[in-house]
């Protein structure tokens, strides 16, 4: 288990985005309480102003000699003073009622507010009205408004609570966002690590979840993958150019050696030099092939993708080593696609690529035998199959035999360079094609298989 220090945890970007998540939930939470809190005091105060509005309606409306009974009456039943009445004279002196002092207002038949002293240490919160009556005096409604004000501290003491929760959880919830996140990024850190020390099969872990750093992890896997490979590709091409390569040079080397020391003929020279120029353009010949192979590799030919018939370049590929078919009695055998078979392609390394399979066919096909050229075509799928019937690809062999500069041992005194399928393999992955190799009982049938130009329009789309 990693250790992870609490100063490393406002650092991950986890702990920050929750950071940010609990703000803007902070925000809307205040913002959604202090509308509700508003609403409710305001509608509170409003229903007590109407009922205070009601109540001095209806003593304006009645007589003087009642109203005076009726506040007198009122007062004696209102022990509490839960809703005050008093009647004050021109002067403001109290006539009637429980409140003895006339409060500062603001005007008349509007809403106030005040603290009333009972007496012996009694306050209470009280919102009161003040009419001016058709005789002079003035009439005082009121109600106690300690209940709205606790329910109004009730409220506010929810804010408190509910935002400290909030809050709380909220930062303790971030807090082990980023100590998670930070472990799964020291996991990372540590398997990036051992790769850049020379670990190449080391991977970086992944959870199965598919999220983000799932999806990152994935694919610096894949790049992985493919940089192993590359470098396995090399390290086998350096052990191949080695193995394959010494035994030309060698024999240059030893006839231009042998022709020094040896007084010779001017004709022995001559064909001493035609050996010597030979082995040299076939040393040539391999590099041209690698150098092209590493050009095709780096996509610098993807300029020159258009729009293909396989039918086409295919025929154009029959037809060109029909000849040599023929010199073996060797029957090549073309079977085109009923239908046009369109795709997105450079043809000239498709006819390469399909010219290097039917090379390698006819190559190790015995004589008198069939080599199949076919054209595969339908919905989802464009490419070309070739068949021999030849010794064949033992399975084992059937990803090596990619690798530039493999031969087996059955075909390494067989003429060529071992670049072909090689190639074949470039010009597929450039393609975005797949290559496969299977057991055509007898022989070898390999297929290069690509999207349709209609799927490769919709994926592009």
């Given at each position: 288990?990693?250790?992870?220090?609490?100063?490393?945890?406002?650092?991950?970007?986890?702990?920050?985005?929750?950071?940010?998540?609990?703000?803007?939930?902070?925000?809307?939470?205040?913002?959604?309480?202090?509308?509700?809190?508003?609403?409710?005091?305001?509608?509170?105060?409003?229903?007590?102003?109407?009922?205070?509005?009601?109540?001095?309606?209806?003593?304006?409306?009645?007589?003087?000699?009642?109203?005076?009974?009726?506040?007198?009456?009122?007062?004696?039943?209102?022990?509490?003073?839960?809703?005050?009445?008093?009647?004050?004279?021109?002067?403001?002196?109290?006539?009637?009622?429980?409140?003895?002092?006339?409060?500062?207002?603001?005007?008349?038949?509007?809403?106030?507010?005040?603290?009333?002293?009972?007496?012996?240490?009694?306050?209470?919160?009280?919102?009161?009205?003040?009419?001016?009556?058709?005789?002079?005096?003035?009439?005082?409604?009121?109600?106690?408004?300690?209940?709205?004000?606790?329910?109004?501290?009730?409220?506010?003491?929810?804010?408190?609570?509910?935002?400290?929760?909030?809050?709380?959880?909220?930062?303790?919830?971030?807090?082990?966002?980023?100590?998670?996140?930070?472990?799964?990024?020291?996991?990372?850190?540590?398997?990036?690590?051992?790769?850049?020390?020379?670990?190449?099969?080391?991977?970086?872990?992944?959870?199965?979840?598919?999220?983000?750093?799932?999806?990152?992890?994935?694919?610096?896997?894949?790049?992985?993958?493919?940089?192993?490979?590359?470098?396995?590709?090399?390290?086998?091409?350096?052990?191949?150019?080695?193995?394959?390569?010494?035994?030309?040079?060698?024999?240059?080397?030893?006839?231009?050696?042998?022709a020094q020391r040896r007084n010779l003929r001017e004709e022995q020279y001559a064909a001493a030099i035609?050996?010597?120029?030979?082995?040299?353009?076939?040393?040539?010949?391999?590099?041209?092939?690698?150098?092209?192979?590493?050009?095709?590799?780096?996509?610098?030919?993807?300029?020159?993708?258009?729009?293909?018939?396989?039918?086409?370049?295919?025929?154009?590929?029959?037809?060109?080593?029909?000849?040599?078919?023929?010199?073996?009695?060797?029957?090549?055998?073309?079977?085109?696609?009923?239908?046009?078979?369109?795709?997105?392609?450079?043809?000239?390394?498709?006819?390469?690529?399909?010219?290097n399979l039917l090379d390698n066919a006819i190559k190790f096909s015995p004589d008198g035998s069939l080599?199949?050229?076919?054209?595969?075509?339908?919905?989802?799928?464009?490419?070309?199959?070739?068949?021999?019937?030849?010794?064949?690809?033992?399975?084992?062999?059937?990803?090596?035999?990619?690798?530039?500069?493999?031969?087996?041992?059955?075909?390494?005194?067989?003429?060529?360079?071992?670049?072909?399928?090689?190639?074949?393999?470039?010009?597929?992955?450039?393609?975005?094609?797949?290559?496969?190799?299977?057991?055509?009982?007898?022989?070898?049938?390999?297929?290069?298989?690509?999207?349709?130009?209609?799927?490769?329009?919709?994926?592009?789309?």
């Amino acid at each position: 288990m990693f250790s992870v220090h609490l100063s490393e945890i406002p650092r991950t970007i986890s702990f920050r985005t929750a950071l940010m998540s609990l703000a803007l939930f902070g925000f809307s939470f205040l913002g959604l309480f202090g509308y509700i809190y508003w609403q409710t005091a305001g509608y509170l105060t409003a229903e007590t102003d109407v009922a205070l509005h009601r109540q001095i309606d209806n003593r304006s409306a009645q007589p003087a000699d009642l109203r005076l009974q009726e506040i007198r009456k009122h007062t004696g039943q209102d022990i509490e003073g839960r809703l005050p009445h008093s009647l004050f004279d021109a002067q403001g002196k109290l006539i009637a009622g429980a409140i003895g002092q006339l409060p500062a207002f603001s005007g008349y038949d509007k809403g106030n507010e005040f603290v009333w002293d009972k007496g012996h240490g009694h306050h209470r919160p009280v919102r009161f009205m003040v009419h001016r009556l058709e005789d002079g005096q003035t009439l005082l409604a009121a109600q106690d408004i300690h209940d709205i004000r606790e329910f109004d501290e009730l409220l506010v003491n929810a804010l408190i609570s509910g935002g400290s929760l909030l809050l709380v959880v909220g930062l303790l919830g971030a807090v082990l966002l980023g100590y998670s996140a930070r472990r799964r990024l020291d996991t990372l850190s540590r398997s990036i690590e051992r790769i850049v020390k020379g670990e190449l099969t080391e991977r970086l872990p992944t959870r199965g979840n598919g999220d983000d750093i799932d999806r990152i992890a994935t694919v610096v896997n894949q790049m992985l993958d493919e940089l192993e490979r590359l470098m396995s590709e090399v390290k086998g091409v350096c052990d191949d150019i080695a193995h394959d390569l010494r035994t030309p040079l060698t024999r240059l080397l030893a006839g231009l050696e042998r022709a020094q020391r040896r007084n010779l003929r001017e004709e022995q020279y001559a064909a001493a030099i035609d050996a010597a120029i030979e082995d040299a353009r076939g040393l040539l010949s391999t590099f041209r092939a690698l150098l092209r192979i590493s050009e095709i590799e780096a996509s610098a030919r993807r300029s020159n993708f258009a729009r293909i018939d396989l039918n086409r370049i295919c025929e154009d590929a029959a037809e060109f080593f029909e000849p040599l078919a023929e010199e073996k009695a060797i029957r090549l055998q073309f079977l085109p696609s009923a239908a046009p078979c369109l795709l997105f392609g450079d043809a000239q390394l498709l006819f390469d690529a399909t010219c290097n399979l039917l090379d390698n066919a006819i190559k190790f096909s015995p004589d008198g035998s069939l080599v199949s050229l076919q054209v595969i075509s339908d919905l989802t799928r464009a490419g070309i199959r070739v068949s021999d019937n030849g010794p064949g690809i033992p399975e084992p062999e059937r990803d090596a035999v990619f690798r530039r500069l493999y031969r087996s041992e059955s075909s390494r005194h067989t003429a060529g360079n071992g670049l072909g399928l090689s190639m074949v393999w470039a010009v597929a992955k450039l393609h975005e094609m797949t290559v496969q190799v299977r057991d055509a009982q007898p022989g070898c049938q390999i297929e290069l298989v690509g999207l349709s130009m209609e799927i490769e329009l919709l994926k592009r789309a």
